[in-house]
């Protein structure tokens, strides 16, 4: 039996596609595969893949632009984030905390039916920061607590800001 030729490195999986677009909060790298955002990290490359971006990376240029500008509230953007079930369901709570809300941990594994470390190691977890925002989880007394972006606790307090919320460190 023989198979037929392949390109060399060809996998067989969509294609994954980047775009570095700057930010107030250092320059942020988004990945897509199959039609769907899969991963935000800050600088993993400073140039594109590719000159053109494609339309969902363009679009989340736009709405991340529009972010930061104090224009947009809510992402509509398809996502796709890989985790365990209880990371998805962890994650799928904070898209429900509005912009410019909080939620602490604790409150927000009640609401979950779960344990707080659970749900911040989850946070800790989070594949596309911002996009899906576990920024907007406090520590029970309203004080910042863990970040896994770039600049830690600052980040959080920059992007809480951002969106009109005072912290208490």
Same mark, same amino acid.
Request: glycine fraction near 12%.
């Given at each position: 039996?023989?198979?037929?030729?392949?390109?060399?490195?060809?996998? +067989?999986?969509? !294609?994954?596609?980047?775009?570095?677009?700057p930010s107030p909060v250092g320059a942020l790298t988004v990945f897509e595969q199959s039609g769907a955002? @899969?991963?935000?990290?800050?600088?993993?490359?400073?140039?594109?893949?590719?000159?053109?971006?494609? !339309?969902?990376?363009?679009?989340?240029?736009?709405?991340?632009?529009?972010?930061?500008?104090?224009?947009?509230?809510?992402?509509?953007?398809?996502?796709?984030?890989?985790?365990?079930?209880?990371?998805?369901?962890?994650?799928?709570?904070?898209?429900?905390?509005?912009?410019?809300?909080?939620?602490?941990?604790?409150?927000?594994?009640?609401?979950?039916?779960? +344990?707080?470390?659970?749900?911040?190691?989850?946070?800790?977890?989070? !594949?596309?920061?911002?996009?899906? !925002?576990?920024?907007?989880?406090?520590?029970?007394?309203?004080?910042?607590?863990?970040?896994?972006?770039?600049?830690?606790?600052? @980040?959080?307090?920059?992007?809480?800001?951002?969106?009109?919320?005072?912290?208490?460190?």
């Amino acid at each position: 039996m023989s198979l037929p030729a392949r390109d060399p490195g060809f996998t +067989g999986a969509d !294609p994954v596609h980047r775009l570095t677009v700057p930010s107030p909060v250092g320059a942020l790298t988004v990945f897509e595969q199959s039609g769907a955002v @899969t991963l935000l990290t800050w600088a993993a490359g400073k140039r594109l893949r590719s000159p053109t971006p494609s !339309p969902l990376l363009a679009e989340v240029r736009e709405q991340l632009a529009a972010y930061f500008d104090g224009r947009l509230q809510i992402f509509d953007l398809p996502l796709a984030p890989e985790g365990t079930p209880f990371q998805q369901k962890v994650w799928r709570g904070l898209c429900d905390i509005a912009f410019g809300s909080t939620e602490s941990y604790g409150a927000l594994a009640h609401r979950l039916a779960s +344990g707080a470390r659970a749900v911040g190691t989850a946070c800790g977890a989070n !594949p596309i920061p911002i996009l899906i !925002p576990c920024h907007r989880v406090l520590g029970a007394d309203g004080s910042l607590h863990g970040y896994s972006g770039h600049g830690g606790l600052a @980040t959080k307090a920059r992007l809480l800001a951002l969106e009109g919320v005072a912290t208490s460190r």
